[in-house]
């Protein structure tokens, strides 16, 4: 014991021992379990591998529990030592590493990269950042906030120390995972060294497997005997008067129009003869190319009036999603009519109740979900997702709404629809659907989905429209505006007025076969045109 409490007092580091196991004692027993795969880095010395040791033995002696790694835990900042963690590890990825002093003079510091927040995050963005250089950080303290691909995340530091450089300062975009954006230091008279500070490029948290082979420095000068002194010598003369240079496209523009190319003389490399070329010659003849454009009064083309708007990280993945889904997933689609007039009456009835207790109303997007989920409860097939081994059907009927926000679109998610009342249902819907147009929603609030329900009907009057997948779901419920029509009658008067909402599911056809996709429309259309059986 005197041998360790002279290691721990040797660092200042090691002093906060004790906050490292309280945030993420189960990261650490993990990595030094005996069922874990871990590799010491070769340049770590070997006094840190022995107190990494003792800080692990410290662990499972002080009887904290093994095994049991937090997969939403967001707390940052927590330096790898050298290990690399086995691929079964699904904690918070972590991207610091730990510096020693260096041939340049730099004292101790922690490198803090870019953390995956998500499993679908690839790069991030700097929202802002909270701490400024030279500010003392201590644990649990917020450094910055971090946009992911769904959304932004406050990253925590997990160590005393102090911000000594910021590498990725506010507003930086698109950057990779692992990629180092500020340095931290023990001592504050420290913080000066790393004024001019700058990443190395194996430092920069580029993955190895795209580090390039060390090409053969001998390319380059092959490529020099290539302009040899005889062409070098040869000067890009202007065309010959026998000869006129031309694009195939200009030729092409000259012979419909009849233009002789001897009278028009070429703007492009060496005089060649372009396209813009045969246009300003027409113009000036006052002849219209192969389509009126927009002129000014000078005869010039009208430039574009436009802007360019940057992408959102959620736009981004969104589009990238979407794109897989569209390309990867079979679609095939099934609309049905449902009569909701039963749905409105007792939705009114219920609102009325709602309003004299002060509760708050229920839509009809709150029906159509909880209609959903006992729909996928009846028919489980429908809630299941296509792996290349096996069909997964989940127990759990999980909902995702999409919302739409100025940042793009999310899909916040309802769990345990099924189970839950429509008041319970609508309350989730409002607080979810404010989170994410205020762009703050947590990963559990959209993740682990089995099914989505998109409704441009209500909100925007859209009659009927297909949706895309949201992978790895296997399907889809896109819900149009309800519209009155009139039907024939059964009673003396021939007909009368019923109001109808037009529903297309859209299915995954390596999972959901034609006639099990009818059979769920069939369930979802029997609690529409029913309401009363969905309190049962």
Same mark, same amino acid.
């Given at each position: 014991?005197?041998?360790?409490?002279?290691?721990?007092?040797?660092?200042?580091?090691?002093?906060?021992?004790?906050?490292?196991?309280?945030?993420?004692?189960?990261?650490?027993?993990?990595?030094?379990?005996?069922?874990?795969?871990?590799?010491?880095?070769?340049?770590?010395?070997?006094?840190?591998?022995?107190?990494?040791?003792?800080?692990?033995?410290?662990? #499972?002696?002080?009887?904290?529990?093994?095994?049991?790694?937090?997969?939403?835990?967001?707390?940052?900042?927590? +330096?790898?030592?050298?290990?690399?963690?086995?691929?079964?590890?699904?904690?918070?990825? $972590?991207?610091?590493?730990?510096?020693?002093?260096?041939?340049? /003079?730099?004292?101790?510091?922690?490198?803090?990269?870019?953390?995956?927040?998500?499993?679908? *995050?690839?790069?991030?963005?700097?929202?802002?950042?909270?701490?400024? &250089?030279?500010?003392? #950080?201590?644990?649990?303290?917020?450094?910055?906030?971090?946009?992911?691909?769904?959304?932004?995340?406050?990253?925590?530091? *997990?160590?005393?120390?102090?911000?000594?450089?910021?590498?990725?300062?506010?507003?930086?975009? &698109?950057?990779?995972?692992?990629?180092?954006?500020?340095?931290?230091?023990?001592?504050?008279?420290?913080?000066?060294?790393?004024?001019?500070?700058?990443?190395?490029?194996?430092?920069?948290?580029?993955? @190895?497997?795209?580090?390039?082979?060390?090409?053969?420095?001998?390319?380059?000068?092959?490529?020099?005997? $290539?302009?040899?002194? &005889?062409?070098?010598?040869?000067?890009?003369?202007? +065309?010959?008067?026998?000869?006129?240079?031309?694009?195939?496209?200009?030729?092409?523009?000259?012979?419909?129009?009849? $233009?002789?190319?001897?009278?028009?003389?070429?703007?492009?490399?060496?005089?060649?003869?372009?396209?813009?070329?045969?246009?300003?010659?027409?113009?000036?003849?006052?002849?219209?190319?192969?389509?009126?454009?927009?002129?000014?009064?000078?005869?010039?083309?009208?430039?574009?009036?436009? %802007?360019?708007?940057? !992408?959102?990280?959620?736009?981004?993945?969104?589009?990238?999603?979407?794109?897989?889904?569209?390309?990867?997933?079979? !679609?095939?689609?099934?609309?049905?009519?449902?009569?909701?007039?039963?749905?409105?009456?007792?939705?009114?009835?219920?609102?009325?109740?709602?309003?004299?207790?002060?509760?708050?109303?229920?839509?009809?997007?709150?029906?159509?979900?909880?209609?959903?989920?006992?729909?996928?409860?009846?028919?489980?097939?429908?809630?299941?997702?296509?792996?290349?081994?096996?069909?997964?059907?989940? =127990? =759990?009927?999980?909902?995702?709404?999409?919302?739409?926000? &100025?940042?793009?679109?999310? %899909?916040?998610?309802?769990? =345990?629809?099924?189970?839950?009342?429509?008041?319970?249902?609508?309350?989730?819907?409002?607080?979810?659907?404010?989170?994410?147009?205020?762009?703050?929603?947590?990963?559990?609030?959209?993740?682990?989905?089995?099914?989505?329900?998109?409704?441009?009907?209500?909100?925007?009057?859209?009659?009927?429209?297909?949706?895309?997948? =949201?992978?790895?779901?296997?399907?889809?419920?896109?819900?149009?505006?309800?519209?009155?029509?009139?039907?024939?009658?059964?009673?003396?008067?021939?007909?009368?007025?019923?109001?109808?909402?037009?529903?297309?599911?859209?299915?995954? !056809?390596? #999972?959901?076969?034609? @006639?099990?996709? @009818?059979?769920?429309?069939?369930?979802?259309? /029997?609690?529409?045109?029913?309401?009363?059986?969905?309190?049962?």
């Amino acid at each position: 014991m005197a041998y360790a409490s002279r290691i721990i007092n040797h660092s200042k580091k090691l002093r906060n021992v004790p906050n490292l196991l309280r945030h993420d004692h189960a990261v650490l027993v993990r990595c030094f379990s005996n069922g874990a795969q871990s590799s010491v880095c070769k340049s770590e010395a070997a006094e840190r591998e022995r107190v990494s040791k003792f800080v692990a033995c410290n662990h #499972v002696s002080s009887g904290l529990p093994r095994n049991n790694c937090s997969r939403t835990t967001m707390r940052l900042g927590i +330096p790898t030592g050298g290990v690399a963690y086995s691929r079964e590890l699904t904690c918070s990825q $972590v991207q610091s590493r730990r510096g020693f002093a260096s041939d340049a /003079g730099l004292p101790p510091h922690q490198e803090i990269g870019m953390p995956s927040l998500s499993p679908t *995050m690839t790069e991030g963005n700097i929202a802002r950042w909270l701490k400024k &250089e030279g500010d003392k #950080v201590n644990p649990g303290e917020v450094l910055c906030e971090v946009e992911t691909d769904k959304a932004t995340v406050e990253m925590e530091c *997990m160590e005393e120390g102090y911000l000594a450089k910021i590498i990725k300062g506010d507003g930086s975009k &698109e950057i990779k995972v692992g990629e180092i954006i500020a340095i931290t230091v023990e001592e504050e008279e420290d913080i000066a060294k790393f004024k001019d500070y700058s990443p190395s490029t194996s430092d920069s948290g580029a993955p @190895a497997a795209k580090e390039p082979a060390a090409p053969p420095p001998k390319q380059e000068p092959v490529q020099q005997p $290539v302009s040899s002194p &005889e062409a070098k010598s040869k000067p890009s003369s202007p +065309p010959s008067e026998d000869r006129l240079f031309a694009s195939p496209l200009a030729r092409k523009m000259a012979e419909d129009h009849k $233009v002789p190319l001897s009278s028009i003389k070429g703007t492009g490399p060496d005089g060649r003869i372009v396209k813009a070329d045969i246009e300003d010659y027409l113009a000036s003849r006052g002849k219209d190319v192969s389509a009126p454009t927009p002129k000014t009064k000078d005869g010039k083309l009208e430039a574009l009036d436009y %802007v360019d708007i940057p !992408h959102s990280q959620i736009r981004k993945v969104t589009a990238s999603r979407l794109l897989i889904s569209k390309q990867t997933i079979p !679609h095939y689609y099934l609309t049905v009519d449902t009569c909701v007039d039963k749905l409105l009456d007792l939705r009114s009835q219920l609102n009325s109740l709602l309003e004299a207790s002060g509760g708050k109303r229920i839509s009809v997007n709150d029906l159509v979900i909880k209609a959903a989920a006992l729909a996928l409860r009846k028919v489980p097939q429908c809630n299941s997702s296509w792996t290349d081994d096996y069909i997964r059907q989940y =127990n =759990n009927v999980n909902i995702n709404v999409a919302v739409q926000t &100025e940042n793009g679109l999310y %899909v916040p998610v309802i769990r =345990n629809a099924d189970k839950k009342g429509l008041s319970s249902i609508s309350s989730e819907v409002k607080q979810l659907a404010q989170k994410a147009k205020e762009n703050s929603p947590k990963p559990e609030d959209y993740e682990g989905g089995t099914f989505t329900v998109s409704n441009l009907g209500g909100p925007f009057g859209i009659k009927q429209f297909c949706a895309i997948i =949201n992978p790895p779901q296997s399907g889809i419920l896109a819900v149009g505006s309800a519209e009155k029509r009139v039907i024939p009658s059964s009673g003396p008067e021939q007909f009368q007025f019923a109001s109808f909402m037009s529903v297309t599911l859209s299915c995954d !056809h390596r #999972v959901i076969d034609g @006639a099990i996709g @009818a059979e769920w429309l069939k369930a979802f259309k /029997g609690y529409i045109e029913n309401p009363e059986s969905m309190l049962l």
